[in-house]
Nanobody, 124 residues
Framework: QVQLVESGGGLVQAGGSLRLFCAASGGTFSTRAMGWFRQSPGKEREFVASISRSGALTHYGDSVKGRFTISRDNASATVHLEMTNLEPGDTAVYYC?????????????????WGQGTQVTVSS
C-alpha cells in the first residue's frame, strides 16, 4: 500500500528556517508530480508548492514565493520543502500529496494521495 509520511515540522521563531521531508513508500512516485499544502485551524487547506515528475518545473503559492523551495529526489522517493524567513502566518499543519499526473498542479483535486501532516509553528 502506498504511503506518504511527512517529517521535519516543529517550533521555530519568526525569521527562522525549517526543512520538511516527505517519504513515499510502496508505490508510484517518480512518474507523478508532488505537492505540499497546509491548513491552519478554521481555514481551508491552502496550496503551498508543487513540483513536476522530473523536478524541472515548480509552482508556488503567492504567500510563500521567494521564501520556500520545493525539491525532490526520485532515487530515494522523497520530496522536500525548504522554508526560510518564516512568519507566524506560516503556522499550520503541512501535508505532502501525490499528483494524479506528471505536471505540477495547485488544486486539491489534482492529488490522489495524502500524508497525515506535520505541524509547523512559528512564534513571533
Amino acid at each position: 500500500q502506498v504511503q506518504l509520511v511527512e517529517s521535519g515540522g516543529g517550533l521555530v521563531q519568526a525569521g527562522g528556517s525549517l526543512r520538511l521531508f516527505c517519504a513515499a513508500s510502496g508505490g508510484t512516485f517518480s512518474t507523478r508530480a508532488m505537492g505540499w499544502f497546509r491548513q491552519s485551524p478554521g481555514k481551508e487547506r491552502e496550496f503551498v508548492a508543487s513540483i513536476s515528475r522530473s523536478g524541472a518545473l515548480t509552482h508556488y503559492g503567492d504567500s510563500v514565493k521567494g521564501r520556500f523551495t520545493i525539491s525532490r529526489d526520485n532515487a530515494s522517493a522523497t520530496v522536500h520543502l525548504e522554508m526560510t524567513n518564516l512568519e507566524p502566518g506560516d503556522t499550520a499543519v503541512y501535508y505532502c500529496a501525490r499528483g494524479r499526473r506528471t505536471l505540477a498542479a495547485s488544486q486539491e483535486g489534482d492529488y490522489d494521495l495524502w500524508g497525515q501532516g506535520t505541524q509547523v509553528t512559528v512564534s513571533s
